[in-house]
């Protein structure tokens, strides 16, 4: 078999196993990917932020507000050596808010920075207002003390457990 | 000469003989991969110290449970295997099976590093010259065979990727995905992940242009879907180097206007998109003649 036959031979092969492993993973399989990112247009989406709200009169620290007007000092993420879209893939994507994954963010954060300082975790929504327009609102959803988590009294339990 | 016969020809029929400086660019071209490999097995390894919890399985964590790699030193482990294994097979030192473990362990790396959500996309290339390394150097002896299996494999999956990623997305959205207010939400979404990773954020030029101009915004969309649905054109040997250059410039579109970086997309596009060994042996005359000078 010439060089050229026995490349494009195998060449089909591992394209029938990555076909085989992407169908089966909904596109990605690392390294195989269909590459569906932005795939979907148009649809909301939601992020996450953390503020030092540790000086924050304890009335708005609750208050679902806009970025233009968040409670608080920024945490940079890079200060902290997390990675954001870590973070926020984690804060978007739990549904089940147990005392396991509260840790779990805990300690993704740092412990040590919560002796001193409250942190709050908000999660941002984007989407399309009419036809013009970009909404973005930030919801407190986490506040991380030294010694407790409190969950916003404004939410239902609904929102940090499905059960 | 039929399409397939076509495509096979302009994937693994060159070059016909390894000279000097295609022997260097091979060498160049897999020294980048294993750098970037062990720099990957480190960032990730180092990284997954922290995590402590699965909240998104990837890839083989679907059918195992990956939290055997949290919460104690096997990610530092694997990354010293990986590193050691590559060195090995970078100088072709042992078995020929060799960039195949790495590439196993890579993937171990990779879905304990990423259990926490994000799928990233900007280490894709990386690997895919790995499992190329893998399959060439297992599968052929010859250094000729060799060169042509890995450096035409890997410029397939490149144009395939760049095609299914526009494919994706006139399935997942239709025409109107090139819609300008479409990139008004992910410029939104991309500008809160800047300002939670710095803690502060400005928009760019290219940003604001798009943010009061749909037509712009648009004409953006429409240049990046192009873009990659001609990439599979790499794989023509006399087309590569233009559409190297087009993929370059929409990486780079992207990172302006959605500060998103593929600096390791563009650095393999650079060494694969363009014919180094055949330019060089072509014009090796001349720059002897400017030593001379």
């Known amino acids: ?163 | 000469m039929n399409l397939g016969s076509l495509i096979t020809d302009n994937l693994f029929g060159k070059p016909d003989n390894l000279t000097k400086a295609h022997r260097f660019y091979f060498k160049i071209f897999e020294l980048y991969i294993v750098y970037e490999t062990i720099n990957l097995a480190w960032e990730w390894g180092l990284y997954t110290l922290k995590i402590s919890d699965v909240v998104l399985p990837l890839g083989i964590a679907n059918i195992i449970d990956i939290s055997f790699m949290h919460d104690n030193y096997l990610p530092v482990i694997n990354a010293l295997a990986i590193s050691l294994l590559l060195l090995f097979s970078f100088f072709r030192i042992g078995s020929k099976w060799l960039y195949a473990v790495v590439f196993v362990l890579l993937h171990f790396q990779y879905v304990a590093r990423f259990s926490i959500g994000e799928i990233p996309h900007s280490a894709n290339l990386v690997g895919m010259a790995i499992f190329s390394f893998a399959v060439g150097v297992a599968a052929f002896k010859d250094e000729l065979h060799r060169y042509r299996f890995i450096i035409g494999f890997t410029i397939f999956y490149i144009g395939l990727g760049y095609f299914s990623a526009s494919i994706s997305k006139l399935i997942g959205t239709g025409p109107n995905w090139i819609d300008g207010r479409h990139l008004w939400l992910w410029i939104a979404e991309k500008s809160t992940d800047i300002l939670s990773r710095e803690g502060q954020f400005n928009y760019n030029f290219v940003q604001v242009l798009a943010l009061n101009s749909i037509p712009a915004a648009t004409l953006m969309l429409f240049i990046g879907i192009a873009t990659e649905f001609i990439g599979i054109l790499i794989w023509f040997r006399k087309l590569r180097p233009y559409i190297a250059l087009a993929l370059i410039g929409m990486h780079f579109g992207v990172m302006m206007s959605m500060n998103i970086r593929f600096d390791s997309f563009m650095i393999e596009l650079i060494i694969l998109g363009f014919p180094f060994p055949e330019l060089y042996n072509k014009y090796k005359g001349h720059l002897h003649y400017f030593r001379r000078v």
Request: hydrophobic share 40%; net charge negative.
């Open chain 1, 1 to 163: 078999m010439s060089v050229q036959k026995k490349s494009i031979k195998i060449t089909l092969i591992s394209l029938l196993f990555y076909s085989l492993l992407v169908a089966t993973h909904e596109g990605e399989y690392w390294p195989f990917s269909i590459y569906p990112m932005f795939s979907k247009a148009g649809n909301p989406w939601t992020r996450a932020l953390v503020r030092d709200v540790s000086n924050t009169n304890p009335d708005e620290l609750w208050e679902t507000t806009t970025l233009d007007n968040l409670n608080g000092n920024p945490v940079s993420m890079k200060s902290i050596g997390v990675d954001q879209i870590d973070y926020s893939n984690f804060v978007s994507k739990t549904k089940e808010w147990d005392e396991k994954r509260i840790l779990a963010l805990r300690n993704m954060l740092g412990e040590r920075y919560l002796i001193t300082q409250d942190w709050m975790i908000f999660k941002v929504h984007g989407k399309m207002i009419g036809n013009d327009s970009v909404v973005v609102e930030t919801v407190p959803i986490l506040l991380f003390k030294s010694d407790t988590t409190l969950f916003n009294p404004n939410l239902s339990s609904n929102y940090y457990s499905s059960e």
